[in-house]
């Protein structure tokens, strides 16, 4: 269903204008401030803009990239400012916005549309066969919610989903809560994510995570973006590699589009960044086909062993991949099956370029590759990171200063949550330490992830779905297929602190829980509490609401669950033992029992008091790899590419400068040009020529699935874009109806959300 906005929208109205060659400077600072005052109001854009991410403040909402040690009044970035804004924002749904908006003329608005409307204030529920959102107690909603859940047939007919907003403190106490009531289905946006990360690094290094500090970044001689948009989705990442660059680092940029800030920044915090022209950030651009990083690693893996074969011990790190790998024999003869034929085809990049990259890698000695969605959202996004893992491997660029793998994380506890256990697949260590602590024995079969949960939903076989923050129905792929899972549903329940379409697409029954954000003070029985996050460098810190609650009425994440806790485990059985009151009143004590849980929260409560918190070790920095073999792991990786038959592009899916994830803020992309529209497909004007089309054409999107079926998404416009030859952009929500269900990642099981073999027909020709 194609979801074309309503009268309210802002008009779909492109304008296009050359895409930027530099990000952020004065005009990012401006944008913020007009966003956050129009939202907020000058008291709340004070009070949340000068406490973030301080040491005593509230940690951005937005990305999960690191605070430095020493702090700058103003530490954060434009797009930041936006996401608190849009959570300070005073705008408010009241019962007597849902009275008079039926669910399904709700359901006909745009994404934009239901964010625009404020704050949740209290709680709702839509009764079976009802038209409308109705008020509810919390008393009456929570029983609700238990009722249903002790009369499930098992407890997996249940899922609880969650988004990388939470807090540690909640995603601890949610996976405590399924895994006492008797399951595993704890799938969470990482499956949609990072969690080709965390298959690849899990099997090679033994550990799901990044390496490095931003200390490391500053210090690395070469540091690889491939895949990611730092301009827009991690605006402060240019910061770090502006400090990379002044130490005589070099940055080399892997992506099918130009992203503008891969090649300038200005930094609004300098006096040369608000004046001047701002730093080069990429020393190099490598205009990648999409899915072309597999091969680019291997060619780069096999003219390491080349040189080597030259120049015999002063290439590869022999004492390392001595005492710390396996598998090295077997990934060299593989390696050297790569043909430059194959390379060329799978990238799209010229020989030389790659040559050239090889002779800056033999330069330097302290080598960093981070990545994102452009990596781990393909089929062969697993393969993908094992082939970056040798490549550093190779030359010992693993567990020293300056060097290692930095998958960039997305939202800002999406790693936290996985590490206090929201995982469908949890280890057999973490079950043993979770069950000894509360004294019961934790279901041991594994979960639903994301896709295997919308197939549980579709099949009957889970009828409960419970989603703690985010956007469920439309973060997933093939957006009819998941909505029509969820209306399947007895029940959908979203702990939610803004309207969206996953309030609209429910359930026969289906509550709203509205909560506590980020920004928020949280007052409970003992005093006022903070919560722990973790960023994508594994540091754990506090965070601190500042602002008075968006409504009276709100509950915390924390309290939402220990209530309904209290009420779904029965007594008798051990999950009602467990003091879920006194976690309710008091958080630290949750910490108390995280740091007899999880490795590395040893002394939790004392260690996050200190300002900037602490940060969890890494094995891999010590040199140890929890891996079966207790060492590193070279892996043979086929050699893989997204081939489109003729008159086809692969298409990615993307997001825009002006959106959070599913949720658009305005309808504008600045970087990129693209200004007062959302229905935009990017191609290169070259294939436009070879298609017969013409620029801001209007065309609808085909995607063709390998069972033959296809899957439409009509009306967007061709904006010719310098983008790599035969690809097409395109953005995410509007797009996921094109994503199949089954087209997911190997191992990961990540939709592929970035290789969809789409075809553009001109609008209408549809018969
Ligand atoms: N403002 C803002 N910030 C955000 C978010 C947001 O929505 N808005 N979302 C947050 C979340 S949850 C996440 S996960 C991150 C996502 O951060 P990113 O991964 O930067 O997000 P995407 O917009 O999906 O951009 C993917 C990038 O990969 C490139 N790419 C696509 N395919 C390929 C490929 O095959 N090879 C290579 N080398 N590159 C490719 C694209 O051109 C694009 O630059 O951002 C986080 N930060
Ligand atoms: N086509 C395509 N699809 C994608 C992607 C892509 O690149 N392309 N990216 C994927 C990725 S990387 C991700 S991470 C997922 C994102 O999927 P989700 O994390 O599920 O989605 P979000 O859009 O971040 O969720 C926004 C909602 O979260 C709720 N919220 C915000 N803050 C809070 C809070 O503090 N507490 C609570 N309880 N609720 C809160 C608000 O109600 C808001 O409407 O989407 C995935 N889907
Ligand atoms: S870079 Fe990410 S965490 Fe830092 S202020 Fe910007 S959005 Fe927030
Ligand atoms: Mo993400």
Redesign the pocket.
């Known amino acids: 269903m194609a979801r074309m906005g309503s009268d309210e929208d802002p008009k779909d109205d492109l304008q296009v204008s050359a895409p930027k060659k530099w990000a952020a400077g004065v005009p990012a600072v401006a944008h913020a401030m007009e966003f956050s005052l129009a939202q907020a109001g000058p008291r709340r854009t004070a009070l949340t803009l000068f406490n973030l991410n301080q040491t005593d403040g509230i940690d951005c909402?937005g990305c999960a990239w690191p605070d430095p040690k020493h702090r700058h009044r103003n530490e954060y970035c434009e797009n930041g400012a936006k996401h608190v804004a849009?959570?300070a924002t005073t705008r408010r749904v009241t019962r007597e916005f849902f009275a008079e908006h039926a669910v399904a003329e709700l359901d006909q608005k745009s994404d934009l549309w239901?964010?625009q409307q404020g704050r949740?204030t209290e709680p709702v529920v839509k009764r079976p066969g009802g038209t409308h959102y109705e008020p509810i107690s919390w008393d009456d909603a929570l029983d609700l919610v238990a009722g249903e859940l002790t009369s499930l047939g098992s407890p997996d007919e249940a899922m609880f989903?969650t988004?990388?907003?939470?807090?540690n403190e909640?995603a601890f106490l949610l996976q405590l809560l399924a895994r006492t009531y008797g399951t595993n289905n704890l799938p969470?946006?990482?499956n949609?994510?990072?969690e080709s990360s965390g298959s690849g690094l899990g099997e090679t290094l033994g550990v799901g995570k990044g390496t490095v500090s931003l200390e490391d970044i500053h210090q690395a001689d070469l540091v690889f973006v491939v895949g990611q948009n730092p301009g827009t989705n991690h605006p402060r990442m240019l910061t770090a590699l502006e400090e990379t660059k002044r130490n005589g680092g070099r940055v080399i940029a892997v992506n099918p589009l130009p992203e503008a800030g891969l090649f300038r920044f200005k930094n609004p915090q300098k006096p040369r960044g608000v004046v001047g022209r701002g730093t080069p950030i990429a020393d190099r651009f490598l205009k990648i086909r999409p899915g072309g990083d597999l091969a680019l690693f291997q060619a780069l893996n096999r003219l390491l062993l080349e040189a080597e074969d030259d120049a015999p011990g002063t290439v590869l790190d022999h004492d390392f991949i001595q005492s710390d790998t396996t598998g090295f024999d077997e990934f060299a003869a593989h390696t050297r099956t790569v043909t430059w034929e194959h390379v060329l085809e799978a990238t799209g990049l010229a020989r030389d370029e790659i040559e050239a990259v090889h002779r800056e890698v033999l330069a330097s000695r302290r080598v960093i590759v981070c990545w994102?969605?452009g990596l781990?959202?393909h089929r062969h996004g697993v393969p993908t990171i094992r082939e970056i893992v040798n490549f550093l491997l190779l030359r010992g660029n693993l567990g020293r200063p300056g060097a290692g793998v930095c998958p960039v994380r997305?939202?800002s506890n999406?790693q936290g949550d996985r590490t206090m256990g929201i995982w469908e697949r949890p280890t057999d260590e973490f079950l043993d330490a979770l069950g000894r602590e509360f004294s019961f024995e934790p279901p041991r079969e594994h979960g639903y992830d994301s896709v295997a949960g919308v197939k549980a939903m579709l099949e009957g076989r889970a009828k409960v779905f419970i989603?703690?923050?985010?956007?469920?129905v439309?973060?997933?792929?093939d957006s009819a297929v998941t909505e029509d899972a969820l209306r399947r549903c007895r029940l959908t329940v979203?702990?939610?602190?803004?309207?969206?379409?996953?309030?609209t697409v429910c359930g026969e029954t289906a509550l709203i829980?509205p909560?506590?954000?980020?920004s928020d003070r949280d007052v409970q029985a003992s005093g006022e509490q903070f919560v722990t996050v973790e960023d994508s460098m594994s540091e754990v810190h506090q965070s601190r609401g500042r602002l008075d609650p968006a409504s009276p009425h709100l509950l915390s994440?924390v309290a939402i669950i220990c209530r309904l806790a209290r009420r779904t485990l029965r007594e008798g059985t051990p999950g009602a033992a467990i003091p879920w009151e006194d976690f309710e009143a008091d958080y630290s004590r949750i910490r108390d029992r995280i740091s007899r849980v999880v490795p590395g929260f040893e002394d939790f409560n004392a260690r996050v008091a200190e300002p900037g918190g602490f940060r969890l070790p890494s094995p891999v920095n010590e040199r140890r790899y929890p891996t079966p073999s207790g060492k590193a792991v070279f892996s043979c990786n086929d050699l893989d590419m997204i081939t489109a038959p003729p008159g086809h592009l692969v298409l990615?899916?993307?997001?825009s400068h002006d959106q959070?994830?599913?949720?658009p803020y305005a309808m504008n992309d600045r970087y990129r040009g693209v200004h007062d529209a959302r229905r935009v497909v990017m191609v290169n004007p070259v294939d436009l020529a070879e298609l017969g089309l013409e620029d801001r054409q209007l065309v609808d999107i085909v995607s063709v699935w390998t069972d033959g079926s296809e899957r439409r998404a009509e009306g967007f416009r061709v904006v010719s874009y310098p983008a790599a030859r035969g690809s097409a952009a395109s953005?995410?929500?509007e797009?996921?109806v094109?994503?199949p269900l089954d087209s997911i990642a190997d191992v990961s099981r990540?939709?592929t959300?970035?290789g969809v073999i789409v075809r553009l027909e001109p609008a209408g020709s549809a018969g």
């Open positions: 909402p849009d959570e239901l964010n949740l989903y988004s990388g907003r939470v807090s909640a969470d946006c990482s949609m994510c990072h994102a969605m781990t959202q997305g939202h999406v989603g703690f923050a985010g956007n469920f439309r973060a997933m792929s979203q702990v939610s602190t803004k309207l969206n379409r996953s309030h829980l909560t506590l954000g980020r994440e990615q899916s993307l997001r959070w994830n599913t949720i953005y995410y929500p797009t996921n094109l994503v990540t939709p959300y970035k």
